[in-house]
């Protein structure tokens, strides 16, 4: 069982580049959430969907892109990339909201240059 | 709006010794707080998390944590700290449609 599967696990772009960080689920989980991890920050909330078709906005959402087709899938897109994109950023998935364990992925650790 | 606060950023204990990781939330009805490990280079893993009910909750590893409304605290503890339990750890607070908002995190670091 796979889990949360994030890929690719390391990235540099160039400053106004695009790029797509990918995440499929293999639990048939509902809702799925991007965070991005920045040092004494903590997690901070990109976007989310609660399901196929269903996006909305986090605390931090300018920058970035989503969209959900299908229920494994949660694709986030840079369109522009900037230097204060660098981040880790971990993709999340949950049966459902609130009260239930949400599973991460291992990250993807991205450098914009 | 929720919140989280935890107060230490960094904490070192010697191995066997006790630990207490503070956290404090703030939400506006019934909270479901989570405690949530990270090792380095890794995603986080739940330790265990409190929705109601008994307010002293296990989890896995040995830790618990016990949830004092009265002082919106959610405080992760272990009698005995392994030299594997140096990692960071992030308390949480959870809404709807899985939006966790997180603190910032408490390093801990275990003397041998």
């Known amino acids: ?113 | 709006a929720q919140s989280v606060t935890q107060p230490d950023i960094h904490i070192t204990v010697s191995e066997g010794a006790s630990l207490e990781l503070r956290c404090n939330y703030s939400y506006g009805a019934t909270p479901y707080l989570f405690w949530y490990v990270q090792s380095p280079g890794q995603g986080l893993q739940l330790l265990l998390k409190y929705f109601s009910g008994d307010t002293l909750v296990q989890g896995i590893k040995g830790f618990e944590a016990e949830f004092k409304r009265s002082q919106s605290s959610f405080n992760l503890r272990k009698p005995s700290v392994h030299w594997s339990d140096a990692a960071e750890y992030f308390c949480a607070v959870g809404g709807g449609g899985n939006k966790l908002t997180f603190g910032t995190g408490t390093q801990l670091k275990v003397e041998l």
């Open chain 1, 1 to 113: 069982n796979a889990g949360v599967t994030q890929t690719p696990k390391f990235q540099v772009l160039k400053t106004g580049q695009s790029m797509t960080l990918q995440c499929a689920q293999d639990m048939n989980h509902e809702y799925m959430s991007w965070y991005r991890q920045d040092p004494g920050m903590g997690l901070r909330l990109i976007h989310y969907s609660v399901g196929a078709g269903i996006t909305d906005q986090g605390e931090v959402p300018n920058g970035y892109n989503v969209s959900r087709s299908t229920t494994e899938d949660f694709p986030l897109r840079l369109l522009s990339a900037a230097p204060s994109q660098t981040s880790v950023y971990f993709c999340a998935s949950s049966r459902q909201g609130g009260d239930t364990e949400a599973f991460f992925g291992q990250g993807t650790r991205l450098t914009v240059v």
